[in-house]
């Protein structure tokens, strides 16, 4: 069935969204526009007032709602229920598209709209039933109304369709799939957005903080220095490392690019001067959300030392810091000396 930009279809069979259903081998971002709401902005929507849903619609909106804002870890907008809201849901027969379970629209930096099709409204491949319609043991067939929802969601934060990517990768990288599946089809009742499109967030709209996981649809190298407070103590005395962890430079997305990144595991490694082995001798904690982190060690002898970001278990490459040295002196006090 031909794609509408803004809607989710169903298939005229459910065999259709079987076959989209299974794995393929790479992976590709979700497409996402160009046209951003502001970091962090808040839209508020309401129900509109001629389509109010019923409750059983208003729950499941409230809860994909509630899994955008938990599952965008990225600076895309917040979605909020509020009386008065200009941004609206509305439960009608009358979408933009005559094909579409629902439709979304927004007008940046304003405000968006969403249709949601009735329970029983028939299409010419049978009729529509939403699963939280029914109280328990919904039917095979149904779709899940609070992932449809989600769907919507993400075209308003600017996701489009997988399929529109070079390659639409797995069927769990992404929501924004053109079909929805039925249940119990894999994916009827997925309630988060997928990794690729937290990527495609992410790219458009930045880290959430310079804690959140950079999501592993994305391969992105960076860049770890090291700096000492001193070059050479006294033996016994106390050295502090400082150790910055970005982003690289040269990202290939400009807003993730040079970006600090905490929270993550940084080990401190020495090895003696000219030596081939290094040893860890710590992991640093992380003091700042500019993505510094801390040691501070007492060494009796010269060593080299460097910092290593290894096995990141996210859209991260690893990086090692240039080695530096720290020089130990004997110190102490000769005979002669007076304290």
Known sequence: MKRQHRGLLMSAGLAVAAMIAQPVAATSLTPISKLDWAPNQQLAFSWRSDAVPPAWMKAAVDD???????????QAAVIVRQGGGRSWFAYTVDLPSPAALAYASRRVPKLFKIWLRPQGHVFDWGTLRWCQFYAKDAPNGCFDAQSVALHELGHVQGLGHIENANDPGEWFDSIMHTIAPAKPKNGWDVAKYGPCDVAAMQTRYQLLTPATPVSKCLSLATELSLVSSSSSVASGSTVTFTATLRIAAGAPYPRLASDPLSSRT????????????????????????????????????????????????????????????VTVTSGGCNPYCVE
């Open 64 to 74: 994909a709602v509630e899994n955008s804002n938990s599952t965008r870890h990225s």
């Open 266 to 325: 940084i080990s401190l490694q020495r090895r003696p001067v000219g030596g081939s082995g290094w040893s860890t001798i710590s992991l640093m904690s992380s003091v700042a959300p500019d993505g510094t982190y801390r040691y501070s060690v007492s060494p009796t002898a010269t060593y080299e030392w460097r910092v290593v970001f290894s096995q990141p278990n996210e859209g991260l490459l690893g990086a090692s810091s240039a080695m530096l040295k």
